[in-house]
């Protein structure tokens, strides 16, 4: 049964969520038992959605918030990807690591991708398998939907998304010149959203972090 001094904080957050003044509740000013009182009482994907981060992304491969980790070879490690998860976001080990953690992702380098049949077991044991740096192959695609997984494919050009689109992916990431590591992508992350926009419309790309 909820306290009275329960019920109450929960009645003070109800109204001060119908005027819109959540932060109030996380400032600086407020104490730190106030926040992790209301994590407690209604959960992190709960808070999350209050405050207006819950997107097609997050409800697509179940995470909380909509920050994904990059899956970095020889950086990237299971612990990594497992805090980031724990953290709210959706963490991804790159194709060597030993494990996915429950609820992670797994990634894969095109010029070293293994055979169908390797890649199709491996969706069996994560919730998602994106692909990088190689144009998108519908075998690969359907092998990791046969293995129970979502798959996603980084891009660096409107054309090649467009093509992640028709090989059957459930979702693209979109790399422009900016990005660190092995950079596929050509133009600017603005520009490049405006070229997938025009190529796909809304009824698949729309920008989900």
């Known amino acids: 049964m909820m306290s009275r001094s329960?019920?109450?904080q929960e009645l003070t957050l109800k109204a001060r969520l119908a005027r819109g003044k959540l932060q109030p509740l996380f400032s600086a000013h407020a104490q730190a038992h106030d926040a992790s009182w209301c994590l407690e009482l209604w959960g992190r994907p709960a808070i999350a959605t209050l405050l207006g981060v819950a997107?097609?992304?997050?409800?697509?491969?179940g995470c909380d918030l909509p920050v994904q980790l990059a899956?970095?070879?020889g950086v990237g490690t299971v612990e990594?990807?497992?805090?980031?998860?724990?953290?709210?976001?959706?963490?991804?080990?790159?194709?060597?690591?030993?494990?996915?953690?429950?609820?992670?992702g797994l990634n894969y380098l095109m010029p070293f991708v293994p055979p169908v049949d390797e890649i199709r077991e491996s969706a069996r044991r994560a919730r998602v398998v994106e692909f990088f740096y190689g144009n998108p192959r519908v075998d690969l695609v359907a092998a990791v939907h046969k293995g129970g997984a979502l798959t996603g494919w980084q891009v660096g050009s409107a054309n090649e998304a467009k093509?992640?689109?028709?090989?059957?992916?459930?979702?693209?990431?979109?790399q422009g010149i900016e990005a660190g590591g092995h950079v596929r992508g050509e133009?600017?992350?603005?520009l490049l959203l405006g070229?997938?926009?025009?190529?796909?419309?809304?009824?698949?790309?729309?920008?989900?972090?």
């Open 195 to 209: 070229r997938f926009v025009q190529l796909s419309g809304s009824r698949f790309w729309q920008p989900v972090a």
């Open 80 to 104: 990594l990807a497992a805090a980031v998860a724990a953290a709210g976001g959706f963490g991804m080990v790159p194709a060597m690591a030993e494990g996915v953690p429950e609820g992670c």
């Open 163 to 174: 093509a992640a689109e028709e090989a059957g992916c459930d979702y693209v990431v979109a």
């Open 55 to 61: 997107t097609r992304f997050t409800e697509l491969v």
């Open 6 to 8: 329960s019920h109450y």
């Open 71 to 73: 899956a970095m070879g």
């Open 187 to 190: 133009l600017g992350l603005d």
